[in-house]
C-alpha cells in the first residue's frame, strides 16, 4: 500500500508537470512591449516553482517508500543536518529564491505602473458598465468633454451621459462599442466605471486593472501586433458578467485613421 | 481568600435530560461533535452545489433533472439561468469558508479535543461554548434561507465586493435581501466564533494541568491557540463590515457606494462612499481567514504524523514558530488580493514582499513533515494515508503561491482559474483532508467505536486522485487566462479549454461520489463500528489517557499529571515504544533528537 | 544512543487538591525540572477579559479606519458640533468609574484578605455598585437625549456620513456599556447570594473602564473628525 502510494504520488507529479511542458494550453500570444518581462518573471518562476514541487512531492514519495511499515525494531534515524540544517536551508534557499524573485519582478510591475505615459499616446476612454464596455475618443480638438451621470441614457444611445449640445469639447467626442487602436503608438486609458465594480483583461497585451467606481484611474500600453483580441471583464458584476466583453482592433496607423473616420461619421 | 479566587474552570455536574445533554449541552465534547454535524451538513450542500456548477460549465444549458425543485425563477425547465450559477457559486464559495473549513477543523475537533489534550475539564466558560455553536448554527440558517427569500441568495461572491454588495437589488438578483441575509449571516457567525475564540485562549492559558507547560502542548493545541487568537482579530474586523453593509442596504447610507452610479440609466441616491473601503476590511479578514482554516490541519496533520511515524518531529518549537510566523504575517499580506483593484502601486509591492516571505515559514513546516519521516518508522492507516496526502496538497497548492504574490504575474493570473486552483489546493482541500485524518484517528474517541479501514482507504485512494484530477488542471486553464466566475465560456479565445472544463466536471463528480463512502463508513460505524479501545493508535497525549469515550469530566475527577513532553514516540517505554504524558516513568531515547 | 531523564516533579502535598495550576505563568524550566513550578494559575476570567478587550479594540479599530478612509475619499463629509450633553455624559461616566473602583476595593475588603486597609463599614458593600450601575443608566439616558438632539437639528442616521459614524460609534458603544451594565448586575446578584468570585468583580471592573477608556478615545476621535 505504502509504496503504491510513494509510485501514485510520483506519477501525478509528473503528469501535472507534462502540461506545463508540452504547453498543451499555453498563455495566449505577447501583443504588448511590456509583456515579455511578464511572461519572462511567469517562466523563471515555472522553473522555481516547477522544481521545487517536484522535489518535494518525489522526496516525499521515496521516504514513504523507504520508511513504511518497518519492523518494529528498526532503528530510529537522524535526518542529516537535523531541524537546524533543515531551517537553514529554507531560509537562504528559499529566502534568495523569494527575494530574487520579488526583485526581479518588481521590473515587470514598474514598466506598467511606475512609468508615466508619453506626452504623445494616445488617449482614450473607457466605461464599464453592466455588462458592456464603451470607449470615446477625443476627436480632433484632443478633449474630452465632461460626463454628466444623470444624463445617461441608454436607448438614446447615450452611454457616457455626454452634453453634447452645451459642452464644447464633448461636440466632437467619438463614442464606439468596440477598441480600435493603432500598432506601436501608445494608449493611455482613462477607466471609469458607470455603476459596479469591473475589470479591464486582455490577456494578449497582458493588461488586467479593476474599474474602481468612484475613482477614475488609467493605465497605458503599446500594442505591437495588428490583430483582432477581446476585452473581457474579471471583476464579478451581475448576472450578464460571463458576456461582458469587447473587440480590441488594433491596426495600422492609416486603417486607425480611416476607422476613426468612419466612427466620427456614425455619430 | 483563595477559595474566592479559585478558578472558574467548569465544574458544572452532568446534565440530566435530552435536550440539556445533546442539544443545549454545555459539555464541550457534545458542543465539538455538534460543530462537527453542522459542518458534515454544510459540507454536503456545498459539494452538491459544485456538482451543480460544474455540469453547468461542462455542458451549458444541460437540463439537470429536478434542478428546478431548488429555485423557482433560477432554472426554468431545468436549465440554469446566469444569475443562478452565480448565486450557487455564492453560496459555494460561503458555506464551505465559513461553515466547513472553520467550523470542522478548528471549532469542532477543537472543542472535543483542546479541553482534553490540556488535562482540563472543560473550557471555562460553558454558557459561551454552548452560545458559541447555536449563533454559529443560527449563522448557517439565516444564510441558508436566502434560497427562499425573494430572487434567492446574493450573486455577488463570496467576497461580496462593493458597491455591488451595497447598491441595493436594482444590481441583480439577490442583491437586495439575499445580501442583506447573507451579511447578517456573517456578521453572526463572527460572533460566534469569538466567543469560541475566547474559550480557546483561555482553556490554553489558564486551564493546563500540572506539568504542562506552554511547549508541552501538542501541536494540535497549539494549532488552535494559535488559530483563535488570528480568529479573534479576523472576525472583529469582519463583523462592523458587515454591519456597514448592512446599513447601506436598510439605513440608506454610504459607507460603499460612491457618487453618480448610473443603473438602467437610474442614478442612484448613495454619494461619496469608498468601495476599496470594503476591500480593505474584507481582506483583513480574508487573508488570516485562509489560514484559520489551515493552521488546525497542520496541526492535526502532523498530530497524526508523528503518532503514525513513532517518532518527535526533528523540531517540536520549529513547528509552533512557523505557525505563529504565518498567523503574524498574515495580516501584513492581504493586499495581496488586491493587486489590480486599483490600490497605490507602491502598495501592491510592499504587500507582496512579505506574502513571499510566509513561504519561508511555509517551506520549514513541510520540511519539518517531511525530515521527521526520514528513518522513521511510519504505519500506514487511513489517518496517515490522509495526513500524508494533505502533505502532498499543501506542497502542490502551496507552489502556486510563488506566483500570485508577485504583481506581475498577478496581472496575468488575477481573477483566472489559476487563482481557482491554488486556493482550492492550498486551503480548501488540504484543510478537508486535515479533517479527514482526524477524523479516521480520532473517531475511535470520539465515539467509542473504529471506523472501517477498507472502506478508509478506498475513500483515501478516491479522494486524492480525484482531487488532483479536479484541481491540477485549474492551474492550466488559469495559465490559458480563463477567467473565473463565468457561467459560459462565449469567448473565442476560451473555445479550446472546454474539453478541460468537461474533464474536470467528470472528476468533481466521481470525486464527490466518493464522499458518500466516508458518509457512510461514518454513519455505520458511529453504531455498528467494532468497539474502540482507549489508546488505538497507542499515541502518546492526554486525550488517550482519557477513557473511550470521555466521560462527562474527562478524566474522571482526577486532575492528570503531565511529566512529558507531548511525543516520546521512539523511546524505550514499559509498555512499548511509546511513553504517555501521564506516565512518570522515566524516558529512554533510542535517538538522539530533541 | 543518548538518554534524556526527565525526573518527575516534586508534588508537594500542600499543592494538591488546587486544580488546573499549569496556567501561563507556570512554564517549566528548560532542563524538566518541575520543582519550579509556581502553584498559580490566573483564573479564566481574568485572561479572558483582555481576550473581549483586545476583540473589541479591533472592532473600534476596524470602525475608526473606516472612518478615515470615508471621510478621506469624498467631498460630502458635512461637519457637525457635538451635542454638548455629551460632554456632561463624559464626566458621568468617568465618576462611574471612581465609584467602580471604590465599590470593588470595599466589596475586596468584605470578602476578606484584601491588601487594602479600608476599614469594613457596616453598610452594604453593594452601596457603591448601585451608584455606578446608576451612573452607567445615567449615562446610557444621556446618549440618548443626544440622539433626540441631533434627530431634532434633522441628522439622521443616512443625513450625512459624519452622522452616519457618529450614530454608528455611539450606539456601538452604547451596547457594550449595557454590557458592562449586565455585568454589574451579574456582580450584585452574586455578591447577595455570596458567592461573587473574587475573579469576576475584577473582569466586571476592568471591562468597565475599558468602555469608559473607550469612551474617551470615541469622544476624541470625534470630536476631531466630525
Redesign the interface.
Known amino acids: 500500500m505504502a509504496k503504491f502510494f510513494a509510485v501514485t504520488i510520483i506519477v501525478i507529479a509528473i503528469a501535472s508537470a507534462i502540461p506545463i511542458l508540452r504547453h498543451t494550453w499555453p498563455a495566449p500570444q505577447d501583443i504588448s512591449v511590456h509583456g515579455h518581462l511578464i511572461d519572462e518573471q511567469m517562466s523563471e518562476t515555472m522553473a522555481e516553482a516547477g522544481l521545487s514541487f517536484l522535489a518535494a512531492q518525489f522526496i516525499l514519495a521515496i521516504f514513504i517508500w523507504k520508511f513504511s511499515n518497518r519492523p518494529k525494531d528498526a532503528k530510529i534515524g537522524k535526518f542529516p543536518g537535523g531541524a537546524k540544517g533543515l531551517v537553514i536551508a529554507a531560509f537562504l534557499l528559499v529566502g534568495t529564491e523569494v527575494l530574487a524573485l520579488g526583485i526581479f519582478g518588481t521590473r515587470a510591475w514598474a514598466s506598467v505602473y511606475f512609468t508615466p505615459p508619453s506626452a504623445d499616446s494616445l488617449p482614450v476612454q473607457v466605461q464599464a458598465g453592466q455588462f458592456a464596455f464603451y470607449f470615446r475618443y477625443p476627436g480632433p480638438d484632443g478633449k474630452f468633454g465632461p460626463l454628466h451621470p444623470a444624463m445617461i441614457n441608454e436607448s438614446n444611445e447615450n452611454f457616457f451621459g455626454l452634453d453634447q449640445t452645451n459642452d464644447q469639447d464633448s461636440k466632437d467626442d467619438i463614442v464606439t462599442a468596440e477598441m480600435a487602436i493603432p500598432v506601436n503608438r501608445e494608449i493611455h486609458l482613462l477607466m471609469h466605471a458607470k455603476d459596479v465594480g469591473h475589470s479591464f483583461y486582455v490577456p494578449e497585451l497582458r493588461v488586467q486593472q479593476d474599474f474602481v467606481p468612484g475613482l477614475d484611474l488609467s493605465i497605458h500600453f503599446t500594442a505591437t501586433k495588428i490583430g483582432r483580441y477581446e476585452i473581457v471583464c474579471t471583476q464579478l458584476c451581475g448576472l450578464g458578467h460571463y458576456n461582458m466583453k469587447a473587440y480590441l482592433s488594433v491596426y495600422s496607423q492609416e486603417d486607425f485613421d480611416s476607422w476613426l473616420k468612419k466612427q466620427a461619421a456614425l455619430q | ?1 483563595h477559595d ?6 467548569a465544574h458544572h455536574a452532568p446534565p440530566q435530560g435530552f435536550i440539556r445533554k445533546h442539544v443545549f449541552s454545555l459539555d464541550h465534547k457534545v458542543i465539538g461533535k455538534q460543530y462537527y454535524a453542522l459542518a458534515l451538513v454544510a459540507v454536503f450542500v456545498g459539494m452538491v452545489l459544485s456538482w451543480i456548477m460544474r455540469l453547468h460549465l461542462g455542458w451549458t444549458n444541460l437540463a439537470i433533472p429536478g434542478l428546478h425543485f431548488l429555485s423557482k425563477t433560477g432554472a426554468p425547465g431545468d436549465i440554469m ?3 443562478y450559477y ?1 448565486q450557487l457559486m455564492t453560496m459555494h464559495g460561503t458555506i464551505m469558508v465559513f461553515f466547513v473549513l472553520t467550523t470542522a477543523p478548528f471549532a469542532a475537533f477543537g472543542n472535543f479535543f483542546l479541553p482534553i489534550q ?3 475539564e472543560d473550557m ?2 460553558p454558557r459561551f461554548n454552548m452560545m458559541s455553536f447555536w449563533v454559529t448554527f443560527t449563522a448557517f440558517l439565516v444564510l441558508i434561507a436566502s434560497f427562499f427569500v425573494g430572487d434567492g441568495p446574493t ?3 463570496w467576497t461580496q ?4 454588495n451595497a ?1 441595493g437589488a436594482v ?3 439577490g ?1 437586495g435581501m439575499g445580501v442583506v441575509l447573507w451579511a447578517t449571516s456573517i456578521a453572526i457567525f463572527c460572533v460566534g466564533q ?1 466567543l469560541g ?2 474559550n480557546f ?3 490554553t ?12 502542548l501538542p501541536l494540535t493545541a497549539w494549532a488552535w491557540f494559535i488559530t483563535s487568537c488570528m480568529g ?2 479576523a ?3 469582519l ?3 458587515c ?2 453593509v448592512i ?1 447601506d442596504h436598510v ?5 460603499f ?7 438602467n ?1 437610474q ?2 441616491p448613495h ?7 470594503w476591500q ?2 474584507f481582506w ?1 479578514f480574508g487573508h488570516p481567514e485562509v489560514y484559520i482554516a489551515i493552521v488546525p490541519g497542520m496541526g492535526i496533520v502532523s498530530h497524526v504524523l508523528i503518532t503514525n ?3 518527535p ?3 517540536h518549537r ?1 513547528l509552533i514558530g512557523c505557525m505563529a510566523a504565518i498567523a503574524i504575517l498574515s495580516y501584513m499580506v492581504y493586499g495581496h488580493h488586491m493587486f ?3 490600490m497605490n ?1 507602491f502598495s ?2 510592499a504587500f ?2 512579505p506574502t ?2 510566509i ?2 515559514p511555509a ?2 513546516i ?3 513533515w ?11 492507516n487511513t489517518a496517515s ?1 490522509f495526513a ?1 496526502g494533505f ?2 496538497m499543501f ?2 497548492g502551496g ?2 503561491g ?2 500570485l ?5 498577478d ?2 493570473l ?3 482559474y489559476f487563482v481557482v486552483g491554488h486556493f482550492h489546493m492550498v486551503m480548501a482541500v488540504a484543510a478537508i483532508f486535515g479533517i479527514f485524518a482526524g477524523t479516521y484517528f480520532w473517531f475511535p474517541k470520539m465515539t467509542g467505536r473504529m471506523m472501517n479501514e477498507t472502506l478508509g ?1 478506498v475513500h483515501f485512494w478516491l479522494s ?2 480525484g482531487t ?1 484530477c479536479i484541481f ?1 488542471p485549474f492551474h ?2 488559469g ?3 480563463n ?11 476560451l473555445q ?2 472546454i474539453p ?1 472544463h468537461k474533464f474536470i466536471t467528470v472528476a468533481a463528480i466521481a470525486t464527490g461520489v466518493a464522499q458518500f463512502i466516508f458518509l457512510y463508513n461514518l454513519i455505520h460505524s458511529r453504531f455498528w463500528g467494532k468497539p474502540a479501545p482507549d489508546n488505538p493508535w497507542e499515541a502518546t497525549s492526554l486525550e488517550w489517557s482519557t477513557p473511550t469515550p470521555p466521560p462527562f469530566d474527562n478524566f474522571g475527577g482526577q ?1 492528570p ?4 513532553d507531548p511525543y516520546q514516540y ?1 523511546v524505550q517505554g514499559s509498555t512499548g ?1 511509546y511513553v504517555m504524558q501521564t506516565s ?1 516513568e ?9 | 544512543m543518548a538518554t534524556t531523564v526527565h525526573e518527575p516533579p516534586k508534588i508537594e502535598p500542600r499543592r494538591q487538591g488546587a486544580a488546573g495550576n499549569g496556567g501561563w505563568r507556570n512554564l517549566a524550566p528548560v532542563d524538566g525540572d518541575q520543582r519550579g513550578l509556581q502553584d498559580y494559575s490566573p483564573p479564566p476570567a481574568s485572561t479572558g477579559i483582555w481576550v473581549v478587550v483586545y476583540a473589541i479594540s479591533m472592532t473600534f479599530a476596524a470602525l475608526t479606519s473606516a472612518l478615515i478612509v470615508r471621510k478621506g475619499s469624498s467631498l460630502d463629509w458635512q461637519s457637525f458640533t457635538l451635542p454638548a450633553i455629551l460632554y456632561l455624559n463624559t464626566a458621568l461616566l468617568l465618576a462611574s468609574s471612581v465609584t467602580l473602583e471604590i465599590a470593588r476595593r470595599r466589596v475586596a475588603a468584605f470578602m476578606g484578605g484584601a491588601a487594602s486597609p479600608v476599614a469594613i463599614s457596616s453598610e452594604s458593600p453593594a452601596r457603591w455598585l448601585y451608584i455606578t450601575l446608576g451612573l452607567g443608566l445615567l449615562f446610557v439616558t444621556g446618549q440618548y437625549v443626544a440622539w433626540a438632539q441631533l434627530r431634532g437639528e434633522g441628522l439622521y442616521l443616512a443625513t450625512n456620513p459624519s452622522s452616519s459614524f457618529f450614530y454608528l460609534f455611539t450606539v456601538a458603544h452604547v451596547l457594550h456599556v449595557l454590557g458592562g451594565l449586565a455585568g454589574l448586575a451579574y456582580v450584585i446578584g452574586r455578591l447577595s447570594k455570596s458567592r461573587l468570585r473574587r475573579s469576576t468583580l475584577d473582569a466586571a471592573s476592568r471591562y468597565w473602564h475599558f468602555v469608559d477608556i473607550l469612551w474617551v478615545y470615541l469622544l476624541l476621535l470625534l470630536w476631531m473628525k466630525l
Open positions: 481568600m474566592v479566587s479559585a478558578h472558574a474552570a439561468t446566469p444569475e452565480l490540556v488535562g482540563a471555562p466558560f450573486l455577488g461572491g465586493y462593493a458597491p455591488l447598491v444590481s441583480g438578483p442583491q469569538l475564540s475566547l485562549i483561555t482553556t492559558l489558564d486551564l493546563r494541568v500540572k506539568g504542562m507547560s506552554l511547549m508541552r479573534l482579530t472576525f472583529a474586523v463583523m462592523p463590515a454591519i456597514l446599513l439605513a440608506g447610507t454610504s459607507f457606494v460612491p457618487s453618480n452610479l448610473v443603473i440609466d442614478l442612484q454619494s461619496g462612499g469608498s468601495t476599496l473601503l480593505h476590511l483583513f511515524m513513532r517518532r518531529l526533528l523540531s520549529v489590480v483593484s486599483g502601486p501592491s509591492l507582496s514582499f513571499l516571505i513561504t519561508i517551506t520549514i513541510v520540511l519539518m517531511i525530515g521527521s519521516l526520514y528513518g522513521s518508522r511510519l504505519r500506514i494515508l500524508l502533505i502532498s506542497v502542490s507552489v502556486s510563488f506566483f504574490a508577485q504583481p506581475s504575474i496581472i496575468m488575477h481573477a483566472t482507504k486524492f486522485v488532483y491540477m492550466y486553464l495559465i490559458a487566462a477567467v473565473r466566475r463565468y457561467q459560459a465560456f462565449v469567448d473565442e479565445y479550446p479549454l478541460v486532575h499529571v503531565v511529566y512529558h521512539g515504544d512518570p522515566q524516558v529512554v531515547t533510542e535517538h538522539d533528537e530533541k
